[in-house]
């Protein structure tokens, strides 16, 4: 065999294997990295749906999800200390919020949870706040009872492995965080920075979400 007629075959030979390199992680036929998280949310785009024109006034922030995708089974401990993952939250609508003792926005914004949740809180939607604070969790503990936020179920992470899941996910950057989450665990829309939780446009999207289609 010519040398040319070798150089040919090995240049083949080598876009082969990237092309099969590339099908791999991309899925066979698929050239979206994410569409493999969008097949998983089938029913959220419906619901999404429902939401727009609810991200208003104090929640004019809130961003609705073009390609919902699934969030993953995170995991982090509650006030007993027991590891919790979403998926106990499974068949609710969930507001998850990162925040951390040394946020000030962060801090300002847990009454208005605690209110959230006191006034739509239930069978079907709950505020599931997690503190990132690293460590141990004696500072969000304090801070839970230097501002009466018992009506708020507290959970801790102190190894950052949630904020960093949802960070390669695209979907938390800063403090705070507040990802609006379906039944099926899917991000329907999320919030980079403080909102005005206890606010009727707040509330007004939370109940929208939670009786959203299908």
């Given at each position: 065999?010519?040398?040319?007629?070798?150089?040919?075959?090995?240049?083949?030979?080598?876009?082969?294997?990237?092309?099969?390199?590339?099908?791999?992680?991309?899925?066979?036929?698929?050239?979206?990295?994410?569409?493999?998280?969008?097949?998983?949310?089938?029913?959220?785009?419906?619901?999404?749906?429902?939401?727009?024109?609810?991200?208003?006034?104090?929640?004019?922030?809130?961003a609705?999800?073009?390609?919902?995708?699934?969030?993953?089974?995170?995991?982090f401990?509650?006030?007993?200390?027991?590891?919790?993952?979403?998926?106990?939250w499974?068949?609710?609508?969930?507001?998850?919020?990162?925040?951390?003792?040394?946020?000030?926005?962060?801090?300002?914004?847990?009454?208005?949870?605690?209110?959230?949740?006191?006034?739509?809180?239930?069978?079907k939607?709950?505020?599931?706040?997690?503190?990132?604070?690293?460590?141990?969790?004696?500072?969000?503990?304090?801070?839970?009872?230097?501002?009466?936020?018992?009506?708020?179920?507290?959970?801790?992470?102190?190894?950052?492995?949630?904020?960093?899941?949802?960070?390669?996910?695209?979907?938390?950057?800063?403090?705070?965080?507040?990802?609006?989450?379906?039944?099926?665990g899917?991000?329907?829309?999320?919030?980079?920075?403080?909102?005005?939780?206890?606010?009727?446009d707040?509330k007004?999207?939370i109940?929208?979400?939670?009786?959203?289609?299908?």
């Amino acid at each position: 065999m010519q040398a040319s007629a070798r150089k040919t075959v090995v240049l083949a030979s080598a876009i082969v294997a990237v092309l099969a390199i590339v099908a791999g992680i991309y899925g066979i036929g698929q050239w979206s990295g994410n569409a493999g998280l969008a097949n998983a949310c089938p029913d959220t785009a419906a619901r999404v749906a429902v939401l727009k024109g609810a991200n208003v006034g104090e929640v004019a922030a809130f961003a609705l999800e073009d390609q919902p995708v699934a969030i993953g089974d995170v995991a982090f401990s509650d006030g007993q200390g027991a590891e919790r993952k979403l998926a106990d939250w499974k068949g609710r609508t969930v507001l998850l919020n990162l925040w951390a003792t040394w946020c000030v926005p962060c801090r300002e914004e847990m009454p208005a949870l605690k209110e959230l949740q006191q006034a739509l809180g239930g069978p079907k939607f709950e505020v599931v706040a997690v503190s990132i604070d690293i460590g141990d969790d004696s500072k969000p503990r304090k801070f839970y009872a230097d501002n009466d936020l018992a009506g708020l179920a507290f959970h801790h992470d102190g190894s950052l492995a949630v904020f960093n899941a949802l960070k390669k996910k695209g979907l938390a950057f800063g403090l705070p965080t507040s990802l609006l989450i379906d039944g099926d665990g899917c991000v329907m829309g999320k919030v980079a920075g403080p909102a005005e939780w206890a606010s009727a446009d707040a509330k007004n999207l939370i109940e929208k979400a939670i009786g959203g289609a299908p």
